[in-house]
């Protein structure tokens, strides 16, 4: 038995995930229905489900938004890291260089 490639990762629009999100909740077709219909993964869609309803209020957790802001805010973060740990390194090397 041969192993299965995995799949290339596929991005999707908003609009394309909306859609999907709309027919889950019609009910009249379950997740993993819709996700086999139009060949996507049952976890993709069920994640797509539960951040629709945290974007809604329907469900607690941080929504769209707050993610998108608290990733940039880690990646601002990270680089101010940076810009300090390199104003460390050269305060060392001048204090060296002026004894």
């Known amino acids: 038995m041969g192993k299965k490639k995995p799949r ?5 629009t908003p609009e394309f995930k909306a859609e ?9 077709r379950s997740v993993g ?13 069920r994640a797509w ?5 945290t974007d809604a ?6 929504t769209s938004d707050e993610r ?3 990733a940039r805010l880690r990646r601002e973060n990270r680089r101010l ?3 300090v740990d390199i104003l ?4 060392a090397f001048f204090a060296k260089e002026t004894r």
Do not use: H, M
């Open 57 to 62: 209020g329907e469900r607690d957790g941080l």
């Open 88 to 91: 460390r390194r050269a305060t």
């Open 8 to 12: 290339p990762r596929r991005s999707f």
């Open 20 to 28: 999907i999100v709309g027919l889950c909740r019609q009910g009249d």
């Open 68 to 70: 998108e802001e608290l």
């Open 33 to 45: 229905q819709v996700a086999k219909d139009f060949d996507l993964t049952e976890t993709a869609v």
């Open 49 to 53: 489900v539960n951040q629709a309803q």
């Open 81 to 83: 890291r940076e810009d």
